[in-house]
């Protein structure tokens, strides 16, 4: 099952960065482009370790509340506001899997833990760069950086043609 990119910007992920006090399109590209990448924009996909729509890992999971929520109580409660009541206790890793808006907000405090400063203006370069520094560490940087890019080019001549 592969998601609308339009209906994925507009539904789940600007206002998901909204709810966390984020307003920017720089940021929703690249969350977009981390999704195509990660996943093929594939909310149920299931890789060898990652989960969801944005392919988290557990271990990425549990670094986000262990080690950067844990001290951001405020924003801790927020997040936790978007999982479910009763599945999140008993399996808080399923989460990355069905609930988007929860998944969006992990990736996103994956981004804003590593101190990222988004550029002003959406440039594709450095929105690879940075996806490269937080998500595709263990790939070629080369060959990852230029398929992201290349997915956020087409991505910008589809807005454009429509």
């Excluded at 989960?51 to 080690?67: C, E, F, K, M, V």
Aim: one cysteine or more; hydrophobic letters at 35%; glycine letters at 6%.
């Amino acid at each position: 099952m592969k998601m609308n990119v339009s209906e994925l910007r507009e539904q789940i992920i600007g206002p998901t960065l909204k709810y966390l006090g984020i307003t920017s399109s720089v940021a929703e590209e690249l969350l977009l482009g981390t999704a195509a990448l990660e996943s093929k924009l594939n909310p149920l996909c299931q890789g060898d370790d990652g989960l969801g729509i944005y392919q988290i890992t557990p271990d990425q999971h549990r670094q986000i509340w262990d080690q950067y929520l844990a001290f951001k109580p405020d924003l801790a409660s927020k997040v936790r506001g978007l999982a479910s009541q009763h599945r999140f206790l008993q399996d808080p890793d399923k989460e990355l899997s069905w609930n988007l808006s929860y998944a969006t907000a992990i990736a996103w405090l994956i981004y804003q833990r590593e101190e990222i400063v988004l550029p002003k203006h959406s440039e594709v370069h450095q929105l690879g760069q940075l996806w490269l520094k937080c998500f595709g560490k263990n790939r070629s940087s080369d060959k990852s950086e230029r398929r992201f890019n290349g997915w956020l080019t087409n991505y910008r001549r589809s807005l454009a043609a429509a």
